[in-house]
Nanobody, 126 residues
Framework: QVQLVESGGGSVQTGGSLRLSCVASQNTQAYCMGWFRQAPGKESEAVAT???????KYVDFVEGRFTISKDNAKRTLNLQMNSLKPEDTAIYYC?????????????????????WGQGTQVTVSS
């Protein structure tokens, strides 16, 4: 099991930016990774994941505002969040699962991941 520790959350006003980081205890090259979030009273939902070719895959409501990136040398997954909106308020979680040749990265299904961080709170005020 890989341990994941998120950081970078906080409180900002509408239109502000935050950069979340997730540090893994093991080599991130061996893992598919992504970001998910859960708002109060709502189900958790996908935000963005990394694909095998190094590009990001995003859900519609963050496309163009958020950028996911992975730095394997630092064992870190990042999420740059710009133009934040009050509806982005949630706890953001980093998730990971082992990479397999028959099961590539890029899934936005939370059930595909079996390693989770403790989460970091993001609050956006209007």
């Amino acid at each position: 099991q890989v341990q994941l520790v998120e950081s970078g959350g906080g409180s900002v006003q509408t239109g502000g930016s935050l950069r979340l980081s997730c540090v893994a205890s093991q080599n991130t090259q061996a893992y598919c990774m992504g970001w998910f979030r859960q708002a109060p009273g709502k189900e958790s939902e996908a935000v963005a994941t990394m694909e095998d070719n190094g590009s990001g895959k995003y859900v519609d409501f963050v496309e163009g505002r958020f950028t996911i990136s992975k730095d394997n040398a630092k064992r870190t997954l990042n999420l740059q969040m710009n133009s934040l909106k009050p509806e982005d308020t949630a706890i953001y979680y980093c998730a990971a699962r082992l990479w397999y040749t028959y099961r590539r990265c890029g899934s936005l299904d939370k059930n595909d991941y079996n390693n989770w961080g403790q989460g970091t709170q993001v609050t956006v005020s209007s």
